[in-house]
T-cell receptor, first 112, second 114 residues
């Protein structure tokens, strides 16, 4: 157990639908990062939150959004889903000014 | 912006043989360097990281990596591999200042054969 908890582990949904992926960071870590892993794109950085504030955006689609709550857990919202959104979505956390990143076990999203 | 190139998509090796997984990076700023391992159906686990100091970094499971600034490389090595080392290995970089998100390479699949 890495200390980073992601739920659900698996999600199957239809095109056009909206889903929410949840991440609880390791205790004490203020930063949360979201990544997408797919066969064709590899591991792509989506977005970074630090203590509730958005810090950086990567290759995140406009249909996707995220937020980090006061208790530091984060949610990634994916809407108007397309077949190509099928991927593994990882959350990682790190403490401020320490460049170690701890990854969760991921959520496997399948869009049918 | 940074980029990471992992030169080998697959590396087959026999058990107890040495192995080197190659990683080269490109960046206009100073970076930190990482190697992660991903076992089938699992998340990414940190093997080792280079932040500063000695350019030879030792990690978990007997792996080590050497940072070569002039060649912008960070190759991963293990003197003797086990069947259990079969996994996907990812090299990654992040900026020392500014954006801290990791940029990953495309991964190298290490296949250890008996």
């Amino acid at each position: 157990d890495s200390g980073v908890t992601q739920t659900p582990k698996h999600l199957i949904t239809a095109t056009g639908q909206r889903v929410t992926l949840r991440c609880s960071p390791r205790s004490g870590d203020l930063s949360v990062y979201w990544y997408q892993q797919s066969l064709d794109q590899g591991l792509q950085f989506l977005i970074h939150y630090y203590n509730g504030e958005e810090r950086a955006k990567g290759n995140i689609l406009e249909r996707f959004s995220a937020q980090q709550f006061p208790d530091l857990h984060s949610e990634l919202n994916l809407s108007s889903l397309e077949l190509g959104d099928s991927a593994l979505y990882f959350c990682a956390s790190s403490p401020y000014r320490d460049y170690g990143y701890t990854f969760g076990s991921g959520t496997r999203l399948t869009v049918v | 912006a940074q980029s990471v190139t992992q030169l080998d998509s697959q590396v087959p090796v026999f058990e107890e043989a040495p192995v080197e997984l190659r990683c080269n990076y490109s960046s206009s700023v100073s970076v930190y360097l990482f190697w992660y391992v991903q076992y089938p159906n699992q998340g990414l686990q940190l093997l080792l990281k280079y932040l500063s100091g000695s350019t030879l970094v030792k990690g978990i499971n007997g792996f080590e990596a050497e940072f070569n600034k002039s060649q912008t490389s960070f190759h991963l090595r293990k003197p003797s591999v086990h069947i259990s080392d079969t996994a996907e290995y990812f090299c990654a970089v992040s900026e020392r200042t500014g954006r801290r998100a990791l940029t990953f390479g495309s991964g190298t699949r290490l296949q250890v054969q008996p």
